[in-house]
């Protein structure tokens, strides 16, 4: 088994370098990752999972510094033009921006791996060797950027994803992989752990 997630493992790395960089290039601050959780979503289907998002994984009473309504849909409208995933995003309107993907497969034991999506509301460096816009993939977004690791935070849970979905067979119990937004200033993990999913 641990020779086949190694070869699993590497088969995606490139691709898994390819969602950091196009996470990277469009950062999305607290409650506002609407482009970044409709992908992550549409992702997890794709590969099979059981997907619960916007209100199904938050409790609206439990957030914290959410930004005002204009302030939500001018970074929706944003996402949107992006490239967001149209039809997900609309579970995602007002700031509602948590996915959990689940991994079933039978009698077993319940695990939750956990990855931050939101971005760091600074301006990136426009130095030309900063390695992101040498290499074409610093931030789009005036004053927000991933100086944290969170974009590699959510493309590495992806890559988990993957592999967890190839070798579904072979696990027993349940898997749920929590992305969870407006980690920073820790404003979105107690709106989450309110919600029983």
């Known amino acids: 088994m641990y020779k086949r997630i190694d070869e699993l493992v590497d088969n995606i790395e490139n691709k898994v370098i390819k969602y950091r960089r196009d996470f990277h290039k469009h950062p999305e601050g607290g409650w506002t990752e609407f482009r970044t959780a409709s992908l992550i979503a549409r992702k997890l289907i794709e590969l099979g999972y059981e997907i619960k998002l916007g209100r199904e994984v938050i409790d609206n009473d439990s957030r914290m510094e959410v930004p005002d309504d204009r302030e939500l849909e001018k970074n929706y409208i944003r996402a949107l033009e992006q490239g967001a995933d149209k039809e997900l995003i609309q579970s995602?309107?007002?700031?509602?921006?948590?996915?959990?993907?689940?991994?079933?497969?039978?009698?077993?034991?319940?695990?939750?791996?956990?990855?931050?999506?939101?971005?760091?509301?600074?301006?990136?460096?426009?130095?030309?060797?900063?390695?992101?816009?040498?290499?074409?993939?610093?931030?789009?977004?005036?004053?927000?950027?991933?100086?944290?690791?969170?974009?590699?935070?959510?493309?590495?849970?992806?890559?988990?994803?993957?592999?967890l979905s190839e070798i579904k067979e072979q696990l027993n119990g349940t898997i749920k992989l929590i992305f969870q937004p407006a980690e920073e200033g820790v404003k979105g993990a107690k709106s989450m752990v309110q919600v029983d999913f």
């Open 92 to 163: 995602l309107k007002g700031g509602f921006t948590g996915v959990v993907g689940i991994l079933s497969n039978g009698v077993g034991p319940n695990i939750a791996l956990r990855f931050d999506i939101d971005a760091l509301e600074i301006q990136e460096s426009e130095d030309k060797e900063h390695f992101p816009v040498n290499k074409r993939f610093s931030s789009i977004n005036k004053n927000v950027m991933h100086a944290c690791g969170h974009d590699g935070h959510a493309a590495v849970g992806l890559g988990v994803a993957e592999v």
